[in-house]
């Protein structure tokens, strides 16, 4: 299994990362992303986002569950499931479009939703690290595994 590991010294670094595997994904992705309240899942996947080309206002979706987003191929879709007490409740939310092969699919607080959500390319873990933050993404299929040396590759010029 692949995994990239690195040091986010602040909210730019993380953009910059984020921005750099959003520029690796060759048709879809999902991506899981875990962290306490703070951690900078939502700052990764609004950068991851605005890489691929959205650029309308990236709404956070703590209330809504759920914002969609066209791409010039396929869609992409941003899920928090934070407030999700048990994974049936998201049964009403048409999780089925999400399995798309074109998707690109992230997903914070996977957890809430364990054995309803389909699997993830490459899981996001954001910890905090003194005044930052230290990221771990862990490829969880041949794609992620793909994904994630093609990012490698991107960042090598930048270390």
Do not use: N
Not at 137 to 146: D, K, M
């Amino acid at each position: 299994m692949r995994e990239l590991s690195c040091d986010l010294a602040d909210e730019a670094v993380t953009a910059a990362l984020a921005t750099a595997v959003g520029s690796s994904i060759a048709g879809g992705a999902i991506f899981h992303l875990h962290g306490d309240l703070g951690a900078g899942k939502t700052t990764f996947a609004r950068a991851l986002l605005q890489s691929l080309g959205v650029r309308e206002r990236i709404k956070s979706p703590t209330y809504s569950l759920v914002e969609s987003y066209p791409l010039s191929r396929g869609t992409a879709w941003h899920l928090d499931l934070y407030r999700i007490a048990d994974a049936d409740e998201l049964e009403w939310l048409g999780i089925e479009a999400l399995g798309e092969p074109d998707a690109v699919v992230l997903i914070e607080w996977p957890q809430h939703g364990a054995g309803a959500l389909p699997r993830p390319d490459v899981e996001v873990r954001l910890e905090y690290l003194g005044s930052g933050r230290q990221v771990r993404l862990l490829a969880r299929s041949v794609r992620g595994e793909h994904l994630l040396a093609q990012t490698s590759r991107r960042l090598a010029p930048a270390v």
